[in-house]
């Protein structure tokens, strides 16, 4: 089993939609959570980070960890074809560690 | 205010040359870690770099990849005698402090060196 698990997509929705993507983890040490995008052809850019469970919210995004069930989530409200891109959950176990990414998860928002 | 500068962004070699791959990190950051992406594995890491010092190269193989991160200069990743399975997209990140912690320190990712070996 992986460390980190993401579905790959690719995922297509409309202008508008909501959109939720998600990991999951198999190492309970885990626990400072973040969420990448990565446009084509460019350097992942941070969008969300948190730490333990809970919830955070910044402007049309909002971040989930669950560490009870190893999963986080990632939900963009209102979503616009800037949004098109990949995005790559990340989590770290201790503070000095090597940050752990997940595969990544192709968003397409059609206008 | 300059980001993370990789540089070349695309190199071509051979199977057998050497491939050196140089990032200049944002000024006063004083982390460096290096990563590999695959089309079907995602980000994978190599190595994370103090100044003149490896922290963490838990994710490099063993053979033909070293790094480098000097007092002055950029940071290096070689690979000597390169096969076709070192082709990939090779991405430096910075960042000011550790990873992790109460304070958000984000690492800060540059725009990647693409390695084709033919």
């Known amino acids: 089993q992986k460390e980190v698990e993401q579905d790959p997509g690719p995922l297509s929705v409309p202008e508008g939609a909501i959109v939720s993507l998600n990991c999951t983890y198999s190492?309970?040490?885990?626990?400072?959570f973040m969420w990448y995008r990565q446009y084509s052809r460019k350097g992942p850019e941070l969008l969300m980070y948190?730490?333990?469970?809970g919830n955070k919210e910044d402007g049309r995004f909002t971040a989930q960890v669950d560490k009870s069930s190893k999963y986080i989530s990632l939900f963009i409200r209102d979503s616009q074809p800037s949004d098109s891109a990949t995005y790559l959950c990340?989590?770290?176990?201790?503070?000095?560690?090597?940050?752990?990414f997940g595969k990544g998860t192709t968003l397409s928002v059609s206008s | 205010n300059a980001g993370v500068m990789q540089n070349p962004r695309h190199l071509v070699r051979r199977r057998g040359q050497e491939a050196r791959l140089r990032c200049s990190p944002v000024?006063?950051?004083?982390?460096v870690y290096w990563y590999r992406q695959l089309p079907e594995e995602g980000l994978k890491f190599m190595v994370y770099?103090?100044?003149?010092?490896?922290?963490?190269e838990s994710g490099m193989p063993k053979e033909r990849f070293s790094a480098e991160f000097p007092k002055e200069g950029p940071s290096i990743l070689r690979i000597q005698q390169v096969v076709r399975g070192d082709s990939a997209a090779y991405f430096c990140?910075?960042?000011?402090?550790?990873?992790?912690?109460?304070?958000?320190?984000?690492?800060?990712f540059g725009n990647g060196t693409r390695l084709t070996v033919t």
């Open positions: 190492n309970s040490a885990f626990q400072y």
């Open positions: 770099l103090q100044k003149e010092n490896i922290i963490d």
């Open positions: 948190t730490y333990s469970s």
């Open positions: 000024k006063g950051h004083s982390h």
């Open positions: 990340a989590m770290i176990a201790q503070a000095g560690t090597a940050l752990i």
């Open positions: 990140a910075s960042s000011p402090r550790t990873q992790g912690g109460s304070y958000n320190s984000p690492l800060h």
